[in-house]
């Protein structure tokens, strides 16, 4: 723009579009609000959706547990290579609960609550990308990892050691995902 040029956005404002301007608008609008529209991720499932529901929108979940006392546990998740995954009880009636997401620091936090088993575990968080020995003799243990997202930020790893029998978790914590590891 040179200098003599002056823009000015209330010109623009006023200005009226061209024919053709306003074509790919009354087409591109509609399908942008559709596209964004489609963003819209399952946490945002209102409590007391039917099941059968969120299920033709989100597909089947990856796992689903039977609770003591009637309803479920299930889990959708993004594992092995993936991130994200995301759970929900369910009740007796079939209607979802709040929707929230699993892989998370402050959810891992559960495992520092109670006994959990493997199975506990795997309803809770869905499975693991990778369950394998570690450590030598003694010091033998096995252990579930996750990929996660710490932080919403960084690639990382949850290893949860389940004991050297692989039967209740002992301890866990996170690092990075290998993956996304410069190698020089």
């Known amino acids: 723009m040179s200098a003599t040029q002056h823009f000015?956005?209330?010109?623009?404002?006023?200005?009226?579009?061209?024919?053709?301007?306003?074509?790919?608008?009354?087409i591109a609008l509609p399908a942008c609000v559709a596209l964004l529209a489609g963003c819209a991720n399952i946490t945002s499932v209102a409590p007391g959706t039917p099941l059968s529901q969120v299920e033709q929108t989100y597909g089947q979940p990856t796992?689903?547990?039977?609770?003591?006392?009637?309803?479920?546990?299930v889990v959708w998740s993004q594992q092995p290579s993936g991130s994200f995954a995301w759970g929900a009880d369910i009740d007796a009636q079939g209607r979802i609960g709040r929707v929230e997401s699993v892989l998370t620091d402050?959810?891992?936090?559960?495992?520092?609550?109670g006994t959990w088993?493997?199975?506990r575990v795997r309803c809770e968080f869905?499975?693991?990308y990778l369950i394998g020995p570690i450590g030598l003799g003694d010091k033998r243990e096995v252990v579930w990892s996750y990929r996660y997202m710490q932080?919403?930020?960084w690639h990382s790893v949850?290893?949860?050691y389940m004991g050297p029998d692989g039967d209740r978790?002992?301890?866990f914590h996170s690092g990075p995902d290998e993956r996304y590891q410069r190698s020089e």
């Open 169 to 171: 978790v002992t301890h």
């Open 63 to 73: 796992i689903s547990c039977n609770r003591p006392g009637g309803g479920s546990r």
């Open 126 to 128: 869905g499975p693991p």
């Open 106 to 113: 402050q959810h891992f936090n559960l495992l520092s609550q």
């Open 8 to 26: 000015s956005l209330s010109a623009l404002w006023r200005a009226r579009p061209s024919p053709r301007f306003a074509r790919v608008t009354r």
């Open 158 to 160: 949850m290893s949860i």
């Open 151 to 153: 932080n919403v930020r």
């Open 117 to 119: 088993t493997p199975e």
